[in-house]
């Protein structure tokens, strides 16, 4: 099992920034890969991004391609996600996710996942 917690989400005015945070424990935390996935009010959950066990690679959704970063410290267990120039149509609950196998942009691959914290841009 591992257990993640997500932490960091918060009201913020458009093109504001925030750094969210994912603290994972249980299992070893570098042999999973990690994803952000959000979900908007009335809507499905959609990736965000995504970041192999190693950091070695990582992958966008276009929408937040340029703006937001991921990155991950597996010495603290901990994956980050850094959004800069936040935008009323990034207001969602963001999740983090671990998948043990594979890196991908699949919800339904992932394997555990966080409670969520929830972000609000407003305008």
């Known amino acids: 099992q591992v257990q993640l917690v997500e932490s960091g989400g918060g009201l913020v005015q458009a093109g504001a920034s925030l750094r969210l945070s994912c603290a994972a424990s249980g299992r070893t935390f570098s042999n999973y890969a990690m994803g952000w996935f959000r979900q908007a009010p009335g809507k499905e959950r959609v990736f965000v991004t995504a970041?192999?066990?190693?950091?070695?690679?990582?992958a966008y959704a276009d929408s937040v391609k340029g703006r937001f970063t991921i990155s991950r410290d597996n010495a603290k267990n901990t994956v980050y996600l850094q959004m800069n120039s936040l935008e009323p149509e990034d207001t969602a609950v963001y999740y983090c996710?671990?998948?043990?196998?594979?890196?991908?942009?699949?919800?339904?691959?992932?394997?555990?996942w966080g409670q969520g914290t929830q972000v609000t841009v407003s305008s």
């Open positions: 970041i192999t066990w190693s950091g070695g690679a990582t």
């Open positions: 996710a671990a998948r043990r196998y594979g890196f991908g942009r699949s919800a339904s691959t992932y394997e555990y």
